[in-house]
């Protein structure tokens, strides 16, 4: 059974940074592609980052471009997503999916995902 645990989330004020942890377990990754996402209310989920577990290229969203690191730790089988220069409007529900493929086809697309964390709330304060 493959769980996906974040963590890391809180409250930080307008420029600072966090860093997301997404513990996974119960199978072996090298194989996946792992993505990160938020949502905020009323909004639809939003892409951020993904990479192979494998290693290899990163992909990111505009919006996050510069300021977000995505990277991981296989002795930890921890994804991270590292953000700084945090603003108001990244305030949402942050949430770490695994894809059994390592294939970066539509991987901003959150139904190409099979598994998902039960995400951790990031707040920033302006």
């Known amino acids: 059974q493959v769980q996906l645990v974040e963590s890391g989330g809180g409250l930080v004020q307008a420029g600072g940074s966090l860093r997301l942890s997404c513990a996974a377990s119960g199978r072996t990754f090298s194989s996946y592609a792992m993505g990160w996402f938020r949502q905020a209310p009323g909004k639809e989920r939003e892409f951020l980052a993904a990479m192979r577990w494998s290693g290899g290229s990163t992909y990111y969203a505009d919006s996050v471009k510069g300021r977000f690191t995505i990277s991981r730790d296989n002795a930890k089988n921890t994804v991270y997503l590292q953000m700084n220069s945090l603003k108001a409007e990244d305030t949402a529900v942050y949430y770490c999916?695994?894809?059994?493929?390592?294939?970066?086809?539509?991987?901003?697309?959150?139904?190409?995902?099979?598994?998902w964390g039960q995400g951790t709330q990031v707040t920033v304060s302006s």
């Open positions: 999916a695994a894809r059994r493929q390592q294939t970066m086809v539509l991987i901003s697309t959150p139904t190409v995902y099979d598994y």
